[in-house]
């Protein structure tokens, strides 16, 4: 009698305890695998914030695109851009050597000392930490970490003015050298945008390194700029249609 008391009040915690832990293993990425990640839950009964492909992990389509998104901070020549319009998904939190960067060895105290000037130096820790900085193809040998990481504060990046950036902010960095993907990324023709339709709606703007990984942006051997994803199948046809041809025959109206 005892142990079945027992085991019906421990039911619902078990219960419990396993729902919460199903949501942590359904876990899918939005443009590339270690960058911008989401677990998926329910908004309300029966509605997900997101879909996620049981194939390749990633995100298939939204229930609500602003899902842990802020307003994006200030940018040049996007002061037109109503308040609270333009959000993002904050990733410091997310980055686990931020942290350990700012605070255990690179304070001023381990190494002693900050770096008195930009040029290259062999870092054999940060190379076992990230193997690609050793081969760092980002900048075609012409740069490397402290073009990018504040030389004092290293939980932040640097501008061209050598004054500290946000990582949710990356494109302050990003436009020092790429000043034209920077304004195609402004103007909406380069990058990736989910939300409303309508020009003045609001829209989830995805940040450079949601799509480039800064320490390997060639990725690798294929030399291509950006992470190569893997293709999904297409959507299955409404029930009742064979195939596709509907939609040769009742063209879109210009």
């Known amino acids: 009698m005892i142990l079945a008391v027992c085991c019906a009040a421990a039911t619902p915690a078990f219960a419990q305890e396993a729902a919460k832990q199903e949501a942590k293993e359904t876990i899918c990425f939005e443009s590339r695998k270690g960058a911008s990640e989401i677990t998926k839950h329910e908004i309300k009964p029966g509605l997900p914030n997101v879909k996620c492909s049981p194939t390749t992990g990633a995100t298939l389509w939204y229930g609500d695109p602003y899902d842990g998104t802020v307003p994006m901070g200030k940018m040049p020549l996007l002061d037109g851009i109503p308040e609270g319009k333009a959000v993002v998904r904050p990733r410091s939190e997310k980055l686990n050597l931020l942290g350990m960067c700012a605070t255990a060895c690179h304070n001023g105290v381990i190494p002693p ?120 199948s297409p959507p299955q046809l409404p029930n009742g249609m064979k195939d596709a041809k509907h939609e040769s025959v009742h063209g879109i109206a210009h």
């Open 113 to 232: 000392g900050f770096p008195k000037h930009k040029k290259p130096v062999p870092i054999p820790t940060m190379e076992s930490l990230l193997p690609e900085v050793k081969n760092l193809q980002h900048g075609r040998g012409r740069i490397w970490c402290l073009d990018c990481h504040h030389s004092t504060k290293r939980n932040m990046l640097v501008d061209h003015f050598g004054d500290p950036v946000s990582f949710d902010q990356p494109q302050l960095l990003c436009g020092k050298c790429h000043g034209d993907k920077l304004r195609d990324w402004r103007d909406g023709i380069h990058g990736k945008r989910i939300g409303e339709f309508v020009s003045t709606g609001k829209k989830r703007w995805f940040v450079c390194t949601e799509c480039h990984n800064p320490h390997d942006v060639q990725d690798g051997a294929r030399n291509k700029g950006f992470v190569q994803i893997a293709p999904e």
